[in-house]
């Protein structure tokens, strides 16, 4: 019960610092992207968001290609293998809700695990909800530092849920961060 205390003390916090348009306001040394040179994303439409596979949404390669983080105790860690391979069967079901909660689970289990929150905000935006998607994209990005897939699917999840709420000072930033990542 603590642990989920914890986990909606961290969210609230999220919150809140996404009301102040923190992450809105690029650092001094991220540079600046000349007007035209940025890649153009379209909105997701009702009808695209199950289907859209561009990357942006590749639930399988996460899975794949990032390992569960290192802290992870041995037993831990097949259990999180376990229910990281349920979500992303349920997500292509269609089940988003119970995709979303098998993800919830694991979190509850490991909730410093970056992976974890990437794939529930990955999952959100599926579902729409642009705003959630962005603060756990935001909190998987404070728990991972150096992997840079990680953080680049994290900026990519960003990129869309401000692209589909219209802040285009949002969308730059997030833009710049994977071009930033991309470079490095």
Not at 9 to 35: K, M, R
Not at 107 to 129: C, G, M, T, Y
Request: glycine letters at 4%; aromatic letters at 4%; one cysteine or more.
């Amino acid at each position: 019960m603590n642990i989920l205390k914890l986990v909606l003390v961290i969210f609230n916090l999220f919150i809140l610092s996404a009301c102040a348009g923190l992450i809105s306001q690029p650092s001094d040394n991220v540079p600046v992207e000349e007007a035209g040179e940025g890649k153009t994303t379209s909105l997701i439409r009702d009808d695209e968001a199950l289907e859209q596979n561009d990357g942006i949404l590749d639930l399988d390669s996460m899975n794949a290609n990032l390992p569960v983080q290192q802290q992870n105790t041995i037993q831990q860690q097949p259990v999180i293998l376990a229910l990281l391979d349920d979500s992303r069967q349920q997500q292509q079901q269609g089940q988003l809700s119970k995709a979303a909660a098998t993800i919830e689970r694991a979190i509850r289990l490991e909730p410093n695990n970056a992976i974890l929150w990437s794939r529930l905000a990955q999952i959100r935006l599926v579902e729409k909800n642009w705003q959630q998607a962005y603060v756990l994209a935001n909190k998987s990005n404070s728990l991972e530092r150096s992997n840079k897939a990680l953080l680049s699917q994290n900026w990519k999840t960003i990129e869309q849920a401000k692209l589909n709420q219209g802040d285009q000072a949002a969308v730059d930033h997030a833009r710049l961060q994977i071009k930033k990542l991309l470079t490095e």
